[in-house]
Nanobody, 124 residues
Framework: QVQLEESGGRLVETGGSLRLSCTASGRTDSNYPMGWFRETPGKEREFVAAISWSGYSSYHSDSVKGRFTISRDHGRNTVYLQMNNLKPEDTAVYYC?????????????????WGQGTQVTVSS
C-alpha cells in the first residue's frame, strides 16, 4: 500500500509556470510507475503524463507535450510535474497516481493508488 499527497497547485496567470509535487509514503520500496492526471467538472479524468520506475522512460499527452515535464526523485520519494507556458484550458484538479504493474500507464484504470488532488487555476 502506498499513500500519495500532491502539492503546489495555485492560481497563476496565462503564460506562467508551476511545479506540482507528489510525495509517496508507505510501501515506497516497491517499483511503482507513476502518472499525472487532471479533471475538470463534467469531464472524465484525463491523462497528462507518466514516468517509469527508473525515470528513464516518460510520456506526455499531446495537449501538454513541449510545455509540461514529468520527473522523479527516488531519494525524496517524489514525482514532479513542471508546467510551463500555462493556458486557461490547463485549469483543473491535478492528481498523481501509482500503478503496481510495470510499464507506463496511459489510462486511469491502469492505476491502483491515487492522491487527493491539487487545484491549478490559470487566469486569462
Amino acid at each position: 500500500q502506498v499513500q500519495l499527497e500532491e502539492s503546489g497547485g495555485r492560481l497563476v496567470e496565462t503564460g506562467g509556470s508551476l511545479r506540482l509535487s507528489c510525495t509517496a509514503s508507505g510501501r515506497t520500496d516497491s517499483n511503482y510507475p507513476m502518472g499525472w492526471f487532471r479533471e475538470t467538472p463534467g469531464k472524465e479524468r484525463e491523462f497528462v503524463a507518466a514516468i517509469s520506475w527508473s525515470g528513464y522512460s516518460s510520456y506526455h499527452s499531446d495537449s501538454v507535450k513541449g510545455r509540461f515535464t514529468i520527473s522523479r526523485d527516488h531519494g525524496r520519494n517524489t514525482v514532479y510535474l513542471q508546467m510551463n507556458n500555462l493556458k486557461p484550458e490547463d485549469t483543473a484538479v491535478y492528481y498523481c497516481a501509482a500503478r503496481s504493474s510495470s510499464g507506463l500507464g496511459y489510462r486511469k484504470e491502469e492505476y491502483d493508488y491515487w492522491g487527493q488532488g491539487t487545484q491549478v487555476t490559470v487566469s486569462s
